[in-house]
């Protein structure tokens, strides 16, 4: 008995869960849909990398880093979720190719050797792998054979970060 009514407890608690308590359930407000977060940096429009934009593990992993292996580093982001996609454009969106440029230096009347950093291809100074700061660039080009699909902390391999030292270039 409640207030001296008998009450049958499995109506009651039928009611209480189906929302039928007795009196109309008052509306709910309802629950606003928080806005898309957009990334639009200051003075960044269409094919023009983002200045300030880094790879949440490592500042030193700017767009120009990204355009060093795009393949390998476009999919990096920043500590706001901001992939390198989106803030490197000029890098990563192929949409925005960007016209040839003309050699800096004439060629030579002689040829020469292919040289081994070619268009920029230089290994990650700062990668070590997961398991020991000591196992860098140089550690892996020792036995790259074996090495080069080992990974640091941030699950990046050595052949992508170490593209000299595992012949990736």
């Known amino acids: 008995k409640v207030d001296g009514a008998k009450i049958d407890v499995l ?3 039928s009611k209480v869960e189906g929302g039928g308590g007795g009196s109309p359930p008052s509306p709910s407000p309802p629950t606003p849909t928080p806005p898309t977060p957009t990334y639009n940096p200051t003075g960044a429009s269409g094919c023009v990398n983002d200045a300030t934009w880094s790879g949440k593990f490592n500042v030193a992993h700017t767009c120009d ?3 060093q ?3 390998g580093r476009c999919f990096f982001e920043d500590s706001d979720g901001v ?4 803030a490197c454009p000029e890098v990563c969106d192929p949409s925005c190719e960007s016209p040839v440029v003309s050699p800096v230096a004439p060629p030579t ?3 020469t050797a292919f040289p081994t950093n070619a268009g920029g291809c230089e290994d990650d100074a700062t990668w070590s792998g997961k398991f020991n700061t000591a196992h860098t660039c140089d550690y892996v080009a020792e036995n790259s054979g074996n090495r080069c699909n080992w990974e640091n902390s941030d ?3 050595a052949n992508v970060a170490c593209p000299v030292a595992c012949n990736t270039c």
């Open 69 to 71: 292996n795009p393949d």
């Open 11 to 13: 109506e009651f608690v």
């Open 109 to 111: 009347s002689t040829p």
């Open 83 to 86: 992939k390198a996609t989106i």
């Open 155 to 157: 699950g990046v391999k």
């Open 65 to 67: 880093y990204v355009a």
